[in-house]
């Protein structure tokens, strides 16, 4: 199945969490994975942690510059879409030592071809290198700004780093 990506159209207000104090990367994987199960991105949280564990298991998915983008193509994701926490800094993992506060949950159905679901990662990967929208979205002061600021993003996939 082809699927063209446009962020803002994953994007749900019910799966942003902006206030959390997260300890560690199981425990950001099983609350922004109840989020996709509540807002019935996915249809197994179980089924769908699983597949984002076994992603993170080949390698870690904090990615640098505060950021982790654990992802999955799974039969568990009915539709694309993403869940965002906004932490105070914590260690993702022990194996790299890196502080992650801003994470992108990343859930793709596995009918999406693989080159898709790449180019899914990869454009997110393109907005969140400019430090201009990662300080955006770190001082946004609500979901609904936090949603502004992605939206507003969009810009960096095509524009770079515009003013």
């Known amino acids: 199945m082809k699927y063209t990506m446009n962020i803002t159209e994953l994007i749900n207000k019910n799966t942003i969490k902006i206030d959390c104090t997260f300890q560690n990367k199981d425990e950001v994987i099983n609350d922004l994975s109840y989020l996709l199960y509540q807002n019935a991105i996915v249809n197994s949280i179980d089924g769908f942690i699983a597949a984002v564990k076994e992603r993170e298991s080949q390698t870690t998915t904090a990615v640098g510059f505060g950021i982790a983008i654990p992802h999955a193509r799974s039969k568990h994701v ?71 600021e992605i939206s507003d993003g969009e810009r960096f996939l095509v524009n770079g780093d515009s003013k």
């Open 78 to 148: 009915l539709k694309p879409g993403i869940a965002i926490g906004r932490s105070e800094m914590f260690f993702w993992d022990g194996e790299n030592n890196q502080e992650v506060n801003l994470i992108f949950l990343l859930a793709v159905p596995e009918q999406i071809e693989y080159p898709e679901y790449m180019k899914m990662l990869a454009s997110i990967s393109r907005m969140l290198v400019h430090q201009r929208f990662r300080n955006a979205l770190l001082q946004a002061s609500t979901i609904d700004e936090f949603i502004t």
